[in-house]
């Protein structure tokens, strides 16, 4: 990743990303994102178009029609770019960001492609470096572009005065710390490709799963329209307050199908394990297996493999330690945007539910890449309500 993200927080050493995450973490509060919620909205619209194309015409793969709408939303909220993908999904620069991610999923699991002195005597080298360039030529000309806007509006005395939707990349010019223009990149470009596949996923693995469960989607229904009624306006900052059982059906989803099912960590100090009396040492790498753990009868009862969204009542989790739920890793280095990809999820389950019946079969066999996804993917079938 380091050739493509450089010094971006999800792979920032640990001195940079103290630094850097202080500055970074007040950009995701939740009166910050909560700010985007009209531009969900707007892309929520799109989607629901999008998708009467498929509307009773049998089984097809949803990921790729909600992928195309997260990353509208993703580019917009993080960029100020409006990629208008749902509409045009081919474009140069996101063929080149698919090509670098299928040839880092491929030396994951071809050992021989790991070690750099093999790798870059074979033609994937030339082609990541060609695509990774590409994708930085995209982005280092929309920090250029909006270094430039922010300097003038500095020089004008209009920074805090504009009505202006202030995008993510925005709101990382002026802070305690000066980004520069790569620094910026790095940071826009991990927080554009960690942001957009794993929300995509969740929302595709629950979507299938409410297909499956149709007694889950007429609970998820009927809170919707006690919120909702028969409007299908877009979704505030109060109605996703009051969606407590469709976050409780998220999470239950994000535990059953773990869309990052291994975080690797570097151990920096000795940890004794007691459980098992092994201790690992510092420098070694370790890996966590959420997806194992988020399977396990021992932490989660013997209806582990059943799918049961009233885990997540108040009352059933209490006593429940706190490492038992991993879907945005744990700890310090966890993710930082999982509130902004939270008020996504809800907002386009809503829309999608209001407007849709679903219906699907069943999940299948699964295979692991960089994320979990489905061997034959996110079949179902839609149905106009």
């Known amino acids: 990743m380091r050739p493509w993200l450089g010094h971006g927080l999800f792979v920032a050493p640990l001195t940079l990303w103290k630094t850097h995450r202080r500055v970074l973490l007040p950009v995701f509060h939740n009166k910050i994102v909560e700010e985007y919620l009209g531009v969900i909205s707007e892309q929520a619209n799109i989607l629901i178009d999008r998708l009467s194309e498929q509307s009773d015409k049998g089984e097809f793969d949803v990921l790729k029609y909600i992928t195309a709408c997260t990353l509208d939303i993703v580019f917009e909220t993080a960029m100020g770019e409006r990629m208008d993908v749902q509409h045009a999904p081919e474009t140069p620069y996101l063929r080149a ?122 609970k998820v229904l009927q809170e919707q329209y006690s919120i909702f009624g028969d409007s299908k306006r877009g979704t505030t900052k109060e109605d996703l307050q009051q969606m407590h059982y469709l976050e409780r059906v998220i999470k239950e989803s994000m535990r059953f199908y773990t869309v990052v099912p291994i975080i690797g960590r570097t151990v920096d100090k000795d940890i004794y394990l007691p459980g098992c009396g092994v201790t690992i040492p510092a420098g070694a790498g370790a890996v966590v297996g959420s997806f194992a753990i988020h399977r396990s009868e021992s932490v989660w009862g013997p209806d582990a493999n059943k799918f049961d969204p009233d885990r997540f009542l108040p009352e059933r989790s209490v006593n429940r330690h706190p490492a038992a739920f991993l879907p945005f890793s744990y700890g310090s280095r966890n993710c930082i945007g999982r509130n902004f990809g939270m008020l996504i999820m809800k907002s386009l389950l809503s829309s999608i539910v209001r407007s849709y019946r679903i219906s699907a079969d069943e999940i299948g066999s699964l295979k692991i890449e960089m994320l979990l996804f489905p061997i034959k993917g996110h079949q179902l079938k839609i149905s106009r309500r």
């Open 97 to 218: 960001r698919h090509t670098v991610m299928t040839i880092l999923n491929m030396r994951i699991f071809k050992v021989w492609l790991q070690p750099d002195c093999l790798f870059n005597l074979t033609p994937y080298a030339k082609q990541q470096k060609d695509n990774i360039e590409l994708t930085h030529k995209f982005t280092d000309e929309v920090v250029k572009k909006r270094r430039i806007e922010y300097e003038r509006q500095k020089n004008e005395g209009n920074i805090e005065k504009t009505d202006k939707l202030r995008a993510v990349l925005d709101l990382l010019f002026g802070r305690e710390i000066e980004f520069t223009d790569e620094q910026l990149r790095e940071h826009i470009d991990s927080i554009t490709i960690a942001g957009n596949d794993t929300t995509a996923l969740v929302i595709a693995y629950t979507l299938t799963l409410l297909g499956i469960h149709q007694d889950v989607q007429d």
